[in-house]
């Protein structure tokens, strides 16, 4: 399946654990991705992503390339395929304080929501990566039981 999204991963383990970033156009995924690849994340796609049995691609014409505004394309290391842990939906707004957990309705993995634009976004982003793969636990939210 072929989405408009971006994509990074914590090489952590074989295939890296990745998150998928999805909104709409000018929402900030390119932006949230650069700033992740800077905590240590590594590209999967950008732009666009291809998903199938859990793992995540770059389009082969796509493979390597990061579209940073203001300065242009970049070709970049990226893993791929990467096992596909969680989706963040990204919002001009910032969510709920305390959300519900939910799994996204096309992909069934836990989803969350970020304004991409707050300055602990990325931070957020793999706080919430962690809490989704089971390597911290959370007491109330989005992944707690």
């Not at 242009?72 to 709920?96: C, D, H, K, N, Q």
């Not at 991409?116 to 089971?134: I, M, Q, V």
Request: a neutral charge; proline letters at 8%; charged letters at 15%.
């Amino acid at each position: 399946m072929h989405w408009h999204a971006s994509c990074a991963a914590r090489q952590n383990q074989p295939g890296g654990d990745a998150l998928l970033l999805l909104g709409p156009s000018g929402a900030g995924k390119s932006d949230l991705l650069l700033r992740l690849i800077d905590k240590g994340f590594s590209l999967v796609a950008d732009d666009q992503v291809l998903i199938q049995d859990g793992m995540a691609s770059p389009p082969p014409a796509l493979a390597g390339l990061l579209e940073v505004r203001g300065l242009g394309l970049f070709r970049l290391p990226y893993i791929a395929p990467a096992r596909l842990r969680l989706v963040i939906s990204l919002s001009s707004t910032m969510g709920e304080r305390l959300p519900i957990p939910h799994l996204h309705a096309e992909l069934n993995l836990p989803e969350v929501t970020l304004n991409a634009s707050h300055p602990a976004a990325a931070a957020r982003a793999a706080l919430a990566l962690e809490a989704a793969c089971g390597r911290i636990t959370q007491q109330a939210g989005a992944f707690a039981i």
